[in-house]
């Protein structure tokens, strides 16, 4: 147990309009080796030993109520062992990070996600691109990002939306506890009515998509709008029939989701 204790980075600290966020950095335990060349005087290159680099970088955002230590930090242990280099943190109000849940926008949680992904891509190689994987609202804050900053590749988990009428307010939490989340997302909508699908539909990247088939949260017609919007040949998608909303009711419903997330990453592109 002491061994795997010492896997886990220490928590650090992101300020975000005056708002700490705590958030971890996961380095690569093992990294694939990328060839370099090496410059000879003449312009000449000839070809080096390989150089370890990570294989790719992934920005992790947990859902509404949750926070990175419930899986978030379990996948990313998992990740660095294959050669990833993972930032997973609490938005605001979640986990360990500072603020009141009830007090924030989703404009404002868009700008705390945009500056992890920052952070993030300050270690990135120039060329690489990270990738960001987001559950529920987590998800579609993963969408929102992807409008704003390059993303390598897309992985949803039980993915959330939210009408673009609140993007500036209410706060999220008073949205959510109204009766208009299950009523909006029950209406079929398109990358015309909506910025999550209108980003998901223009993202160029690989999609991965995660549905619980007894989800209690998210409608089908929310899934339906989402696997409707993503560009032809660029979405996995996966329903987990006997998942609930949060994926990993039981060891073997996360153990699956984890192999599922694990496998498509693993089958992207080396990057670093």
């Not at 990328?34 to 947990?62: C, W």
């Not at 709008?225 to 060891?251: C, D, K, M, V």
Request: charged letters at 15%; aromatic letters at 8%.
């Amino acid at each position: 147990m002491r061994g795997k204790r010492s896997l886990l980075p220490r928590l650090k600290n992101l300020r975000v309009d005056g708002v700490g966020l705590a958030y971890r950095e996961f380095l690569p335990l093992v990294a694939p080796a990328v060839p370099r060349a090496v410059s000879l005087a003449n312009g000449a290159a000839l070809p080096s030993a390989a150089e370890s680099s990570p294989r790719g970088f992934v920005l992790f955002i947990h859902g509404w109520g949750g926070a990175q230590d419930a899986n978030d930090v379990r996948l990313a242990r998992q990740l660095v062992a294959d050669g990833f280099h993972c930032l997973t943190f609490d938005l605001a109000g979640h986990g360990r990070s500072e603020g009141r849940v009830e007090d924030f926008t989703v404009g404002q949680f868009l700008a705390q996600t945009v500056a992890a992904y920052d952070r993030l891509a300050a270690r990135v190689t120039t060329g690489t691109l990270p990738y960001v994987c987001g559950s529920s609202f987590g998800a579609y804050l993963a969408l929102l990002l992807s409008a704003q900053r390059p993303v390598a590749g897309l992985g949803l988990r039980v993915p959330a939306n939210y009408p673009d009428e609140i993007l500036n307010g209410p706060p999220v939490a008073t949205y959510i506890a109204s009766s208009s989340p299950k009523a909006w997302r029950s209406t079929t909508r398109g990358p015309g009515d909506n910025r999550a699908l209108a980003a998901l539909a223009a993202f160029p990247g690989p999609v991965q998509l995660l549905a619980a088939g007894r989800d209690e949260t998210i409608p089908c017609q929310t899934t339906e709008n989402f696997i409707s919007a993503a560009r032809p040949g660029a979405l996995q998608y996966h329903l987990l029939a006997e998942a609930t909303h949060t994926l990993y009711a039981t060891p073997a419903m996360r153990r699956e989701a984890y192999r599922l997330v694990r496998e498509w990453l693993l089958a992207q592109p080396v990057t670093g």
